[in-house]
């Protein structure tokens, strides 16, 4: 019923900049906070950054200063704008958003399917 498809994620060198964009579709009322973690193995998903409906945003104290994250409501889409990487970055991001669908007042978490983003020295 809903899907969220992640995309930006590659390579790039340290220092450099790369944009994700997470866009949720299908029978979508109404979204709540949008999120984006991400993990690296023998690790567990750690929470990059969070924003509300109402544009409240939260960072991690490592992507502070940063990282930027905000959403375009309309198109039912997160970003998460990664500038100033660095190798430590390294990881699989996803998007994760908190969704009411159509016909029920129940919110549910719905996960994207990951992106790698890969820092080199």
């Known amino acids: 019923q809903v899907q969220l498809v992640e995309s930006g994620g590659g390579l790039v060198q340290a220092g450099g900049s790369l944009r994700l964009s997470c866009a949720a579709s299908?029978?979508?009322?109404?979204?709540?906070?949008m999120e984006w973690y991400r993990q690296t193995p023998g690790k567990q998903r750690e929470l990059v950054a969070r924003?509300?409906?109402?544009?409240?945003?939260i960072y991690v104290d490592s992507v502070k200063g940063r990282f930027t994250i905000s959403r375009d409501n309309a198109k039912n889409t997160v970003y998460l704008q990664m500038n100033s990487l660095k190798p430590e970055d390294t990881a699989v991001y996803y998007c994760?958003?908190?969704?009411?669908?159509?016909?029920?007042?129940?919110?549910?978490?719905?996960w994207g399917q990951g992106t790698q983003v890969t820092v080199s020295s």
């Open positions: 994760y958003a908190e969704i009411r669908i159509r016909g029920s007042y129940a919110l549910q978490g719905y």
């Open positions: 299908g029978s979508i009322f109404s979204i709540d906070a």
């Open positions: 924003i509300t409906s109402g544009g409240i945003t």
